[in-house]
């Protein structure tokens, strides 16, 4: 592999336990983060220790003097879905956060317990829509860090200070996005908003799910579709399916690698223990060829007794109908070896998404190095594409510090280099139906 084969943009999922967290990286300069569990230390024995924030700060793209991450997105607010958010938003620039109604509802609930990353992600995009609120009575537009997008509908809406908001801050199902911090992105990225749907604004949290599939593309013409369904069960899911195919939108369902929503919980494709053919026959029809399911979870179990989900080995055995190959079942935890697991990295490539085996991204670092070398500088034009998934994949797997010192022995480049990194973590101390029978991750709230 050469420095300029290496892809400009892909995906990345980190081996962190149950739980979810996924960097996208469309170019040396914007970044998305879509949930976070930062594992800064662990408390038990064997567990994968992820400094996510340290690491991410590390490795992206600089402005004005900071790391920059273009958009956060928060899914849901449970615990593995954002903890080390506060610490994030003091180590880097947040440009823009995209947000669900939901945490308003709760936030404002003397009643219902969220946990304090879920607090201070509340508490900021409070600030920046009061933040928007006064760029528009200024007849200005809010700036970069200040950024927020409001993605759902919710019955009491007008009970929040949101409400008011211009509609260019608020979207919803059955709508695209393309734009990243206020940059147009649309010749290389879209989210196509799927959930959460208004009817279900009071439902059960994971049923409130932001669901997104999200492409990147190729100037080249290829293309890569992931979908992102968060925590949410069968019903739900099957909504998502039934709306979009009744609107002839069939494209906005296909995928090249689907997150397997709930860390393979069994709920997305049984109800009341019955089997749900439905859901596993609407993700095989939307399938593109060689599509590739992750899990992003501790090992499956062989068996799992009586309320052990999620993980569950009766999702992973029907998941394993939908793909050709068990090779295209992939858990996070046990890639590529359960007992040195690294992280899961598709760049977008002339044949689409494709899988890099870190074999190939150990080649990748040594081959971007070389280059750099012989060029002069940091990264180069190709270079600063592959921080994003080479370095990034480096810095997770080859050990931060490893990386560190790869690039500090390199030219420095004319501008800040960068990118990305990313990616995070999870663990799991939250939406499941019963506590799982051995802690995962670290901290219990």
């Known amino acids: 592999m050469t420095a300029s084969s290496v892809p400009s943009r892909g995906i990345m999922f980190r081996p962190v336990g149950t739980g979810d967290s996924t960097t996208i990286v469309v170019d040396d300069e914007h970044v998305v983060q879509v949930d976070l569990h930062d594992m800064a230390q662990a408390d038990l024995e064997g567990a994968v220790v992820t ?3 340290d690491e991410l700060a590390a490795c992206l793209p600089k402005r004005d003097g900071r790391p920059y991450l273009a958009v956060f997105v928060l899914t849901h607010a449970d615990q593995d879905h ?6 994030l938003l003091e180590a880097v620039t947040i440009g823009e956060l995209w947000a669900t109604p939901r945490l308003w509802r709760e936030y404002e609930d003397a009643d219902t317990v969220i946990c304090d990353d879920a607090r201070a992600f509340q508490e900021e995009a409070e600030r920046r829509v009061e933040a928007t609120r006064a760029a ?3 007849g200005d537009r809010p700036k970069s860090g200040d950024r927020i997008l409001v993605v759902g509908y919710d019955t009491d809406r007008e009970q929040h200070a949101y409400a008011d908001l211009p509609a260019e801050y608020l979207t ?3 709508h695209p996005v393309t734009a990243l911090d206020g940059d147009d ?3 290389a990225f879209e989210a196509f908003i799927h959930a959460p749907f208004a009817a279900d604004c009071a439902a059960a949290r994971n049923e409130t799910s932001l669901a997104l599939q999200v492409t990147l593309r190729d100037p080249g013409g290829a293309d890569g579709r992931v979908l992102l369904l968060g925590d949410l069960a069968h019903d739900t899911i099957m909504k998502i399916f039934n709306f979009s195919e009744a609107k002839k939108r069939e494209g906005r369902l296909a995928w090249d690698v689907l997150l397997a929503p709930h860390h393979c919980s069994k709920h997305v494709m049984y109800r009341d223990g019955e089997l749900q053919q439905d859901v596993l026959d609407a993700l095989e029809r939307h399938a593109r060829e060689n599509a590739i399911i992750v899990a992003s979870c501790m090992p499956v179990p062989a068996r799992n007794d009586a309320g052990d989900n999620p993980p569950h080995a009766k999702a992973k055995a029907r998941y394993l109908q939908i793909v050709d190959r068990e090779s295209q079942f992939i858990c996070t935890q046990e ?3 359960p007992d040195q697991p690294s992280p899961v990295v598709f760049g977008l490539t002339a044949d689409g998404l494709t899988l890099l085996h870190p074999s190939v991204l150990d080649d990748g670092v040594q081959a971007l190095g070389a280059a750099a070398k012989a060029a002069g500088e940091a990264a180069g034009p190709d270079g600063a594409a592959v921080g994003v998934l080479i370095m990034l994949a480096a810095a997770a797997g ?4 490893h990386w560190l010192s790869k690039r500090r022995a390199a030219p420095k480049p004319d501008r800040s280099s960068g990118l990305d990194q990313a990616q995070r973590a999870v663990t799991a101390a939250r939406g499941r139906d019963t506590a799982p029978r051995q802690p995962v991750g ?3 709230q």
Do not use: K
């Open 51 to 53: 400094p996510v924030v």
């Open 185 to 187: 992105m649309s010749a």
């Open 398 to 401: 080859a050990g931060l510090a």
């Open 82 to 87: 954002c903890r080390g958010f506060a610490d």
């Open 136 to 138: 528009v009575a200024r």
């Open 442 to 444: 670290f901290g219990r």
């Open 335 to 337: 890639w590529p070896d």
């Open 172 to 174: 919803g199902p059955g």
